[in-house]
């Protein structure tokens, strides 16, 4: 051992090595980790020398005492998470007020968090369970007008079918058409099938949709084959084992070649029955023009899309150019110079539901806008709940603090308190998941009628998913957990148990900022539900350049031998105003497309076009705003009307009656070039969804070349729309014994079109009331911890002369300050998110009339701040103030 005086080994390795080894094993090993540490302390240095101390000492200890040792600490771990866990629950129990809040507040928060979840997870499950979805794309197009820009998510037929062939990176190809009403004869009885839709014979080899019976391979070779749904063959034919059997529709016999499995509502499109598109004859082969059906693309592995749209657009330039050249006797190149573009591009599958709101979609789509609402809803709402629980044991902080200090006089530091608070935390965490689950099972059914969705939570059959959900609540727990279990377990026991509390002023400001964070979040989701109110009343009342009420709708005349002569009976029925036919009605059915130019005009003009019988404009109240309608006193074979935008677009805007137009020949149009002589010049409505603008709309008569598109006939009435329907379905059953007789009401089915901003509105309500009551139950909690830190400042205040309403006013004020704040930032966060909701709308309100929101988002703040707080404050106020004074 050297002479000088040298330090003694480690006190900490020495501690440790006494703790692992018995006294005599280390008196036996002393010496020798002595001269060990001594000789590296003059080698190496001091920090050296106890590396290898420690070293030398772990090296030494027994691995049966290192075992002993550890099962010794997983012991006592054991013991003190039973002890505190049965503490954690004996607190619970004891407060039951405050437990059943919390415990309440956090299970709703979980529950709506859960549904809104689920809601958002089935909305971006839509086509993801097609094979290989993500090299599946649809091709849309952007069609460039002169005057305007219309997106299109349907496409020239043959147009899709020859970028298949000159690009070996598509793997395949399918191509849909949307299904559309279709008469069924199934052994002499008559079907209207709604649900009709053609598809190329690769159809369920390229989607998901199971066959219950036939091969994918081949289902749809036959010419005439057809493949049902399930539900459509049991409706049909009252049995699935119908493979063989036939039905008759408007395009001849069909043979049952395959049944599928009813569409999955995770779907963008619809049927009920499939045919070859080959069957579909008034679909021209060879257009690349006219737009008609829907084009999926599927990639080859690796491939991106960038590369098959630059085979599309050689397509273009060689194939539809060639077309438009020769209809429009017009180079290609001087199409293009006055403004006319064909743009395509790919839409991923998996986008269409949520990202796609293109003219001839399959149906009404979803928006993404609407799932990153519900999403930051949902986190604002656990948010809350948690900022609940933060407040609610922070205001139970003098109460808890003597039993703080008494644990702290008898032994116990602060970990073990934290542990113990940390414990509390995520017990009422665990306990409010599983009473949210219990609740999401329970609301499922309601919110499904709510929410229009078939949603089935399956979260029993999922054990991943629980051990998520535990994890979170877990999680939860110790988030929400570690501020009050730091706060309470810092108390000093000296100043707790002499009944005094230390205020700082840091904690202020953070219970000051959960408040404002609250009622931001709360008049932020008042004024965003509010806004969705206006702009859905705007919708309800704006003009549509037509009447939609009191009118019914019946379907399926073009099937009638002489819709004149059923007219006239209708009409002759004493609660029936008018009736009038049409190809579609306006707002709810697809106008078809075709190419104009004025008489001495190159330019080339794309209308959307319409039929109407004699009577169509009266009937449904449309304005003239120059000439007349169509009339049986004249031939009106080759004359039309147009509306405003048409003729702005023409430039006859001033004086368009007597001028001539002519149609170009194309595609599927059955009377080629042709003139047409502008009679009249009806005020723009819309025919399509407020989603849109008003475009140019041409209408030919009923007796013109397309007269034959007569399908639907409307039917004003007075009176009693059940009695209405009622007579109309006696004299069609008596004319028309063996036709399906199908009808609906005009203002029904059009606000139909608006009902997912319906029901999103409805969902931001109830989120909104919900999140309301949490931000109440945190705001409860606050007023009780503010209240108790100040009621012997009440005290002195009321000894002094102040009365009690004087009291309540400044405690109240205090609030107001924070709602204030909160008012202020929401505003430009609600203005910046309904904007871009408000866009997705043609027609809106604008954010300026929407100012009153704000100001009811505020006055609703204030005035749940002032109900949830006066509670307290008023106790507070009119309480002896001798009892606060009596311990100072």
Same mark, same amino acid.
């Given at each position: 051992?050297?002479?000088?005086?040298?330090?003694?080994?480690?006190p900490?390795?020495?501690?440790?090595?006494?703790?692992?080894c018995?006294?005599?094993?280390?008196?036996?090993?002393?010496?020798?980790?002595?001269?060990?540490?001594?000789?590296?302390?003059?080698?190496?240095?001091?920090?050296?020398a106890?590396?290898v101390?420690?070293?030398?000492?772990?090296?030494?200890?027994?691995p049966?005492?290192?075992?002993?040792f550890?099962?010794?600490?997983?012991?006592?771990?054991?013991?003190?998470?039973?002890?505190? *866990?049965?503490?954690?629950?004996?607190?619970?129990?004891?407060?039951?007020?405050? *437990?059943?809040i919390? =415990?309440g507040?956090?299970?709703?928060?979980?529950?709506?968090?859960?549904?809104?979840?689920?809601?958002?997870?089935?909305?971006l499950?839509?086509d993801?369970?097609?094979?290989?979805?993500?090299?599946?794309?649809?091709l849309?197009?952007?069609?460039?007008?002169?005057?305007?820009?219309?997106?299109?998510?349907?496409?020239?037929?043959?147009?899709?079918?020859?970028?298949?062939?000159?690009?070996?990176?598509?793997?395949?190809?399918?191509?849909?058409?949307?299904?559309?009403?279709? %008469?069924?004869?199934?052994?002499?009885?008559?079907?209207?099938?709604?649900?009709?839709m053609?598809?190329?014979?690769?159809?369920?080899?390229?989607?998901?949709?199971?066959?219950?019976?036939?091969?994918?391979?081949?289902?749809?070779?036959?010419p005439?084959a057809?493949?049902?749904?399930?539900?459509?063959?049991?409706?049909?034919?009252?049995?699935?084992?119908?493979?063989?059997?036939t039905?008759?529709?408007?395009?001849?016999?069909?043979?049952?070649?395959?049944?599928?499995?009813? /569409?999955?509502?995770?779907?963008?499109?619809?049927f009920?029955?499939?045919?070859?598109?080959d069957?579909?004859?008034?679909?021209?082969?060879?257009?690349?023009?006219?737009?008609? /059906?829907?084009?999926?693309?599927?990639a080859?592995?690796?491939?991106?899309?960038?590369?098959?749209?630059?085979?599309v657009?050689?397509?273009?330039?060689?194939?539809?150019?060639?077309?438009?050249?020769?209809?429009?006797?017009?180079?290609?190149?001087?199409?293009?110079?006055?403004?006319?573009?064909y743009?395509?591009?790919?839409?991923?599958?998996?986008?269409?539901?949520l990202?796609?709101?293109l003219?001839?979609?399959?149906e009404?789509?979803?928006n993404?806008?609407?799932?990153?609402?519900?999403?930051s809803?949902?986190?604002?709402?656990? /948010?809350?709940?948690?900022?609940?629980?933060?407040?609610?044991?922070?205001?139970?902080s003098?109460?808890?603090?003597?039993?703080?200090?008494?644990?702290?006089?008898?032994?116990?530091?602060?970990?073990?308190?934290?542990n113990?608070?940390?414990?509390?935390?995520?017990?009422?965490?665990?306990v409010?998941?599983?009473?949210?689950?219990?609740?999401?099972?329970?609301?499922?059914p309601?919110?499904n009628?709510?929410?229009?969705?078939?949603?089935?939570?399956?979260?029993?059959?999922?054990p991943?998913?629980?051990?998520?959900?535990?994890?979170?609540?877990?999680?939860?727990?110790?988030?929400?957990?570690?501020?009050?279990?730091?706060?309470?377990?810092s108390?000093?026991?000296?100043?707790?148990?002499?009944?005094?509390?230390?205020?700082?002023?840091?904690?202020s400001?953070?219970?000051?900022?959960?408040?404002?964070?609250?009622?931001?979040?709360?008049?932020?989701l008042?004024c965003?539900?509010?806004?969705?109110?206006?702009? $859905?009343?705007?919708?309800?009342?704006?003009?549509?350049?037509?009447?939609?009420?009191?009118?019914?709708?019946?379907?399926?005349v073009?099937?009638?031998?002489?819709?004149? %002569?059923?007219?006239?009976?209708?009409?002759?029925?004493?609660?029936?105003?008018?009736?009038?036919?049409?190809?579609?009605i306006?707002?709810?059915?697809?106008?078809?497309?075709?190419?104009?130019?004025?008489?001495?005009?190159?330019?080339?003009?794309?209308?959307?076009?319409?039929?109407?019988?004699?009577?169509?404009l009266?009937?449904?109240?449309?304005?003239?705003?120059?000439?007349?309608?169509?009339?049986?006193?004249?031939?009106?074979?080759?004359?039309?009307?147009?509306?405003?935008?048409?003729?702005?677009?023409?430039?006859?805007?001033?004086d368009?009656?007597?001028k001539m137009?002519?149609?170009?020949?194309g595609?599927?149009?059955?009377?080629?070039?042709?003139?047409?002589?502008?009679?009249?010049? /009806?005020?723009?409505?819309n025919?399509?969804s407020?989603?849109?603008?008003?475009?140019?709309l041409?209408?030919?008569?009923h007796?013109?070349?397309?007269?034959?598109?007569i399908?639907?006939?409307?039917?004003?009435?007075n009176?009693?729309?059940?009695?209405?329907?009622?007579?109309?379905?006696?004299?069609?059953?008596?004319?028309?014994?063996?036709?399906?007789?199908?009808?609906?009401?005009?203002?029904?089915?059009?606000d139909?079109?608006?009902?997912?901003?319906?029901?999103?509105g409805?969902?931001?309500?109830?989120?909104?009331?919900?999140?309301?009551?949490?931000?109440?139950?945190?705001?409860?909690?606050?007023?009780?911890?503010?209240?108790?830190?100040?009621?012997?400042?009440?005290?002195?205040?009321?000894?002094?002369?102040?009365?009690?309403?004087?009291?309540v006013?400044?405690?109240?004020?205090?609030?107001?300050?924070?709602?204030?704040?909160a008012l202020? =930032?929401?505003?430009?966060v609600?203005?910046?998110v $309904?904007?871009?909701?408000?866009?997705?709308?043609?027609?809106?309100?604008?954010?300026?009339?929407?100012? =009153?929101?704000?100001? =009811?988002?505020?006055?609703?703040?204030?005035?749940?701040?002032?109900?949830?707080v006066?509670?307290?404050?008023?106790?507070?106020?009119?309480?002896?103030?001798?009892?606060?004074?009596?311990?100072?």
């Amino acid at each position: 051992m050297p002479g000088s005086p040298l330090p003694d080994p480690p006190p900490f390795y020495e501690r440790l090595f006494r703790y692992f080894c018995k006294d005599e094993l280390y008196l036996e090993l002393q010496g020798d980790l002595d001269e060990e540490f001594y000789e590296n302390y003059e080698t190496a240095g001091l920090r050296h020398a106890r590396k290898v101390y420690r070293k030398e000492v772990l090296k030494m200890i027994r691995p049966s005492v290192l075992k002993k040792f550890q099962i010794q600490q997983q012991n006592t771990f054991s013991a003190m998470f039973k002890v505190n *866990t049965k503490l954690a629950f004996r607190n619970l129990i004891k407060h039951k007020l405050y *437990t059943l809040i919390n =415990i309440g507040g956090l299970a709703v928060s979980m529950a709506v968090c859960g549904l809104i979840l689920l809601y958002v997870d089935s909305e971006l499950g839509y086509d993801k369970y097609h094979p290989d979805h993500d090299r599946v794309y649809r091709l849309a197009l952007e069609r460039v007008y002169p005057d305007h820009t219309s997106l299109y998510a349907i496409t020239p037929i043959a147009l899709s079918k020859q970028v298949e062939i000159d690009n070996p990176e598509i793997e395949s190809l399918t191509r849909v058409f949307q299904a559309f009403g279709m %008469t069924i004869t199934v052994e002499n009885d008559q079907y209207q099938e709604e649900g009709f839709m053609g598809a190329d014979a690769n159809f369920f080899q390229n989607f998901g949709i199971k066959l219950l019976r036939g091969d994918k391979q081949d289902v749809l070779s036959l010419p005439n084959a057809t493949v049902l749904t399930e539900s459509a063959a049991m409706k049909y034919f009252g049995s699935t084992d119908v493979i063989g059997k036939t039905m008759t529709s408007g395009f001849g016999e069909l043979i049952v070649n395959g049944i599928c499995e009813d /569409v999955p509502e995770n779907t963008h499109f619809d049927f009920n029955m499939i045919v070859p598109l080959d069957l579909l004859t008034f679909l021209a082969p060879t257009n690349f023009v006219n737009f008609s /059906v829907h084009a999926y693309l599927k990639a080859a592995p690796g491939v991106a899309p960038e590369t098959i749209m630059e085979k599309v657009d050689q397509v273009v330039e060689t194939y539809a150019a060639g077309q438009l050249e020769r209809d429009l006797k017009i180079s290609f190149a001087d199409y293009q110079a006055s403004g006319n573009r064909y743009n395509y591009f790919l839409q991923p599958l998996a986008d269409i539901h949520l990202k796609s709101h293109l003219e001839r979609e399959h149906e009404a789509n979803g928006n993404i806008t609407y799932i990153t609402i519900f999403m930051s809803v949902a986190i604002f709402i656990i /948010v809350l709940a948690a900022i609940n629980f933060i407040n609610l044991s922070t205001a139970r902080s003098a109460e808890r603090a003597k039993e703080v200090g008494i644990r702290k006089v008898l032994g116990s530091n602060k970990s073990s308190l934290v542990n113990q608070f940390l414990i509390e935390s995520v017990v009422v965490c665990i306990v409010s998941m599983i009473i949210g689950v219990g609740l999401v099972y329970l609301t499922m059914p309601v919110f499904n009628d709510f929410a229009g969705k078939l949603i089935t939570p399956e979260i029993h059959q999922q054990p991943l998913t629980m051990l998520a959900l535990l994890a979170v609540a877990v999680l939860l727990g110790i988030i929400a957990g570690i501020y009050p279990a730091f706060i309470l377990s810092s108390f000093r026991p000296v100043v707790v148990l002499k009944g005094k509390m230390i205020r700082s002023k840091s904690g202020s400001w953070i219970r000051n900022g959960l408040v404002v964070f609250q009622f931001f979040v709360s008049v932020a989701l008042i004024c965003c539900t509010l806004i969705v109110g206006q702009q $859905m009343n705007f919708l309800q009342n704006l003009s549509l350049g037509f009447d939609k009420e009191q009118v019914m709708v019946v379907d399926n005349v073009f099937n009638i031998p002489d819709i004149e %002569t059923f007219g006239a009976q209708v009409e002759a029925l004493p609660q029936v105003v008018s009736t009038a036919a049409s190809n579609g009605i306006p707002g709810i059915d697809v106008a078809f497309g075709m190419s104009f130019r004025l008489r001495g005009n190159d330019q080339e003009n794309v209308f959307n076009c319409t039929v109407f019988q004699e009577g169509f404009l009266e009937t449904m109240k449309m304005e003239l705003m120059a000439g007349r309608s169509f009339s049986k006193e004249f031939e009106d074979s080759l004359s039309i009307i147009i509306n405003e935008s048409a003729a702005k677009v023409l430039g006859i805007h001033e004086d368009p009656i007597g001028k001539m137009v002519t149609n170009l020949a194309g595609g599927n149009n059955p009377s080629g070039n042709c003139d047409y002589r502008v009679i009249g010049m /009806v005020k723009d409505y819309n025919y399509k969804s407020l989603h849109t603008e008003i475009t140019p709309l041409g209408i030919f008569g009923h007796e013109s070349a397309f007269g034959g598109f007569i399908g639907t006939m409307a039917v004003r009435f007075n009176g009693s729309p059940k009695s209405v329907m009622s007579s109309v379905e006696s004299i069609w059953k008596e004319q028309f014994e063996n036709q399906p007789y199908t009808y609906y009401f005009l203002e029904d089915r059009l606000d139909q079109l608006y009902t997912a901003e319906a029901k999103s509105g409805d969902l931001f309500l109830v989120f909104t009331a919900i999140a309301i009551l949490i931000a109440c139950i945190g705001l409860f909690g606050l007023a009780t911890f503010i209240i108790s830190s100040r009621i012997k400042e009440i005290g002195v205040r009321k000894v002094l002369g102040a009365s009690a309403a004087r009291v309540v006013f400044l405690i109240v004020s205090d609030f107001n300050k924070l709602i204030i704040v909160a008012l202020v =930032i929401s505003i430009p966060v609600v203005v910046l998110v $309904m904007q871009g909701w408000l866009n997705d709308f043609a027609y809106h309100i604008s954010l300026g009339q929407t100012w =009153i929101s704000f100001v =009811i988002g505020g006055v609703v703040a204030l005035a749940v701040g002032w109900t949830t707080v006066s509670y307290h404050s008023i106790r507070a106020a009119v309480a002896n103030p001798v009892k606060n004074l009596r311990t100072e």
